[in-house]
T-cell receptor, first 109, second 113 residues
Framework: RKEVEQDPGPFNVPEGATVAFNCTYS??????FFWYRQDCRKEPKLLMS???SGNEDGRFTAQLNRASQYISLLIRDSKLSDSATYLC??????????FGPGTRLSVLP | DGGITQSPKYLFRKEGQNVTLSCEQN?????MYWYRQDPGQGLRLIYY???????QKGDIAEGYSVSREKKESFPLTVTSAQKNPTAFYLC????????????FGNGTRLTVT
């Protein structure tokens, strides 16, 4: 079993839709959690960190459930520019970052 | 502005040649990383360094070498022993403070023919 797993995708949604990404991690010692987006042939860019109480940044909402070892990302009112691959990333203290395989999103006009 | 600089952006080499990819950061981060990404695939860790003059192998270190003589610099050499070197190489850095994210350079796309 991979340490970080994500929905396999791809997700194809119309503009304006709400889309949710799910991520599970196996190491209960994980302490930091992030969502990155990666555009085709570019480097990953930090979308948002994920905090225990949940956090929101505009149309994006991230949630963390430590008991279930589950992270989610919700995108509301999706735009064409949201089309990308979304990467779930976890880190244990003093250890490396572990990447999920990513979920590709295509927002269609 | 602080950041990570990778050079060159595109690199072409003949099979059998060693090639060195540059990575420099001015974020004052202790930890630096090298990842490899193949088309349609996820990131795989090649090497990482948490302090100057020390580095550890990642998941796919065979055929690669690194050095960390300065905090700011973490060059990666792709040797002729690497069987399939054509890929997108990403350098990243982070601080050791809990909760801080990974910062990436723009990447180097290496093509070996």
């Amino acid at each position: 079993r991979k340490e970080v797993e994500q929905d396999p995708g791809p997700f194809n949604v119309p503009e304006g839709a709400t889309v949710a990404f799910n991520c599970t991690y196996s190491n209960s010692a994980s302490q930091s959690f992030f969502w990155y987006r990666q555009d085709c042939r570019k480097e990953p860019k930090l979308l948002m960190s994920v905090y225990s109480s949940g956090n929101e940044d505009g149309r994006f909402t991230a949630q963390l459930n430590r008991a279930s070892q589950y992270i989610s990302l919700l995108i509301r009112d999706s735009k064409l520019s949201d089309s990308a691959t979304y990467l779930c990333v976890v880190r244990h203290y003093g250890q490396n970052f572990v990447f999920g395989p990513g979920t590709r999103l295509s927002v269609l006009p | 502005d602080g950041g990570i600089t990778q050079s060159p952006k595109y690199l072409f080499r003949k099979e059998g040649q060693n090639v060195t990819l540059s990575c420099e950061q001015n974020l004052n981060h202790d930890a630096m990383y090298w990842y490899r990404q193949d088309p349609g695939q996820g990131l795989r860790l090649i090497y990482y360094s948490q302090i100057v003059n020390d580095f550890q192998k990642g998941d796919i270190a065979e055929g690669y070498s690194v050095s960390r003589e300065k905090k700011e610099s973490f060059p990666l050499t792709v040797t002729s022993a690497q069987k399939n070197p054509t890929a997108f190489y990403l350098c990243a850095s982070s601080s050791e403070t809990l909760g801080t994210p990974l910062h990436f350079g723009n990447g180097t796309r290496l093509t070996v023919t």
